[in-house]
T-cell receptor, first 113, second 114 residues
Framework: QKEVEQNSGPLSVPEGAIASLNCTYS??????FFWYRQYSGKSPELIMF????GDKEDGRFTAQLNKASQYVSLLIRDSQPSDSATYLC?????????????FGQGTILTVHP | NAGVMQNPRHLVRRRGQEARLRCSPM?????VYWYRQLPEEGLKFMVY????????ESGMPKERFSAEFPKEGPSILRIQQVVRGDSAAYFC????????????FGSGTQLSVL
């Protein structure tokens, strides 16, 4: 069983729509949750992080965390073609494992005009 | 405002040679992490270092791989006697302080083993 699972996609949405990216994790002790965006051939870029249950909004991005269901999601409102990238969900157990993130395989998002 | 600097950007080695990958963290960051991204696979944690200390190397292969972060100079990931399976993108990330898990990644080194 994979520790962090994401919809492999690809996910295709029209410009202006809401893109919904999902991630589940297996370690109930996970403390910190991150979303990275990675353009093809580039490095991962941190776009959101969330530590507590509920929603966290930053501009067009909203991260949602439900620890009981071991589920974290990323919503992108008013999607733009420039949002087309691979989105990586990452989870940390914290404790002595700070910075030791477990990444999902990534979801490829395509926003078409 | 330089970010995490990695070099070289591309590295080609023949089987059996050594590969040395360098990473300078962001200014003010003293924690360095190395991750590997194999083709068609996700990013995998390799090692976490602070200056002159290896904090967690649980993701490092037992043989041929080593890492250091000396008091002066960049962090080095060293792969001895490379094999084709070592071909991957190696990313370095840094963070500013203890318990800060917001990692900032460098542009990576693409290692190709012929």
């Amino acid at each position: 069983q994979k520790e962090v699972e994401q919809n492999s996609g690809p996910l295709s949405v029209p410009e202006g729509a809401i893109a919904s990216l999902n991630c589940t994790y297996s370690d109930r002790g996970s403390q910190s949750f991150f979303w990275y965006r990675q353009y093809s051939g580039k490095s991962p870029e941190l776009i959101m992080f969330i530590y507590s249950n509920g929603d966290k909004e930053d501009g067009r991005f909203t991260a949602q965390l439900n620890k009981a269901s071991q589920y974290v999601s990323l919503l992108i409102r008013d999607s733009q073609p420039s949002d087309s990238a691979t989105y990586l969900c990452a989870v940390s157990a914290g404790g002595t494992s700070y910075g030791k993130l477990t990444f999902g395989q990534g979801t490829i998002l395509t926003v078409h005009p | 405002n330089a970010g995490v600097m990695q070099n070289p950007r591309h590295l080609v080695r023949r089987r059996g040679q050594e590969a040395r990958l360098r990473c300078s963290p962001m200014k003010g960051h003293s924690h360095v992490y190395w991750y590997r991204q194999l083709p068609e696979e996700g990013l995998k944690f390799m090692v976490y270092l602070q200056k002159e200390n290896i904090i967690d190397e649980s993701g490092m292969p037992k043989e041929r791989f080593s890492a250091e972060f000396p008091k002066e100079g960049p962090s080095i990931l060293r792969i001895q006697q490379v094999v084709r399976g070592d071909s991957a993108a190696y990313f370095c990330a840094s963070s500013s302080r203890d318990r800060d898990e917001k990692l900032f990644f460098g542009s990576g080194t693409q290692l190709s083993v012929l």
